[in-house]
């Protein structure tokens, strides 16, 4: 049997929407558009609505076969059956998360412009890796920045890499280049005046690009 294909193309963020049926509306172009991943991530919730739009995101989520990951609480995600947690620097212990959701789980880890933060989280048995900001974010203005070179020196890594920071579907292609695997993204979808055409530009990116990683997790939408 061929070993798994590493996961690649759009992992959509969400954005802060207090408003659960409009963000559940917004979400599903999304995923109906060609999402590879999702992650829940809501900032300005409190722990109830967070829990609530999580729970409601699931089963949407596996509707269209697209993964759930749970931004900043990986207790949360536990709690309702989500696919994984991303973890920042703030955000508790991989080794803990793992513990709670299982092997197979997807547990990202944020690297931010550090090489050797990624060294230990993929030691630590990270899912994949993720790196930025590449460019000034919208939404995270004040960010650590990151440089392309970061994603060409972890390619050894063996991990999927994730890209991002004000990432739009025209500045996009060099990161597809130096090795990012997936493009995570929260404004240049979700403010995008057509979503869905979004998502297909950024998809577009990864054509006839070939990927990079020699990959062996199953890091697979479950
Ligand atoms: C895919 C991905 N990469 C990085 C982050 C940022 O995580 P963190 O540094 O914990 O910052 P917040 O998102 O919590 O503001 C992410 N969420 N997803
Ligand atoms: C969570 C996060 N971490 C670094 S930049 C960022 C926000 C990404 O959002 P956008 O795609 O709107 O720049
Ligand atoms: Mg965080």
């Not at 558009?33 to 999702?38: F, I, P, S």
């Not at 076969?65 to 696919?83: C, H, Q, S, T, Y």
């Not at 739009?168 to 997936?182: E, S």
Request: some cysteine.
């Amino acid at each position: 049997m061929n070993p798994p294909r590493p996961p690649r193309g759009l992992y959509a963020i969400t954005p802060d929407d207090s408003d659960t049926r409009r963000l559940m509306a917004r979400v599903e172009t999304v995923l109906a558009a060609g999402t590879t991943w999702l992650q829940y991530r809501n900032k300005a919730a409190d722990a109830s609505l967070r829990e609530a739009q999580a729970r409601e995101l699931l089963p949407l989520c596996r509707r269209y076969g697209v993964a759930l990951i749970v931004n900043d609480d990986w207790r949360l995600a536990a709690a309702i059956g989500a696919d994984g947690a991303h973890l920042g620097e703030d955000d508790g212990e991989l080794a803990a998360a793992r513990e709670a959701l299982g092997a197979t789980a997807i547990i990202g880890a944020s690297c931010y412009d550090d090489l050797d933060l990624a060294r230990q989280a993929a030691a630590a048995g990270a899912s994949y890796i993720a790196f930025g900001a590449f460019f000034p974010s919208p939404t995270k203005p004040n960010a650590r920045r990151a440089t392309l070179d970061l994603l060409r020196d972890s390619a050894a890594l063996g991990v999927p890499r994730v890209a991002i920071g004000g990432i739009t579907p025209d500045n996009a292609r060099p990161l597809v280049d130096a090795g990012a695997d997936l493009l995570a993204v929260i404004s240049g979808v979700f403010d995008a005046a057509d979503p869905a055409a979004a998502v297909r530009a950024y998809l577009d990116c990864f054509d006839a690009r070939p990927a990079h990683s020699s990959l062996t997790k199953d890091t697979r939408t479950p």
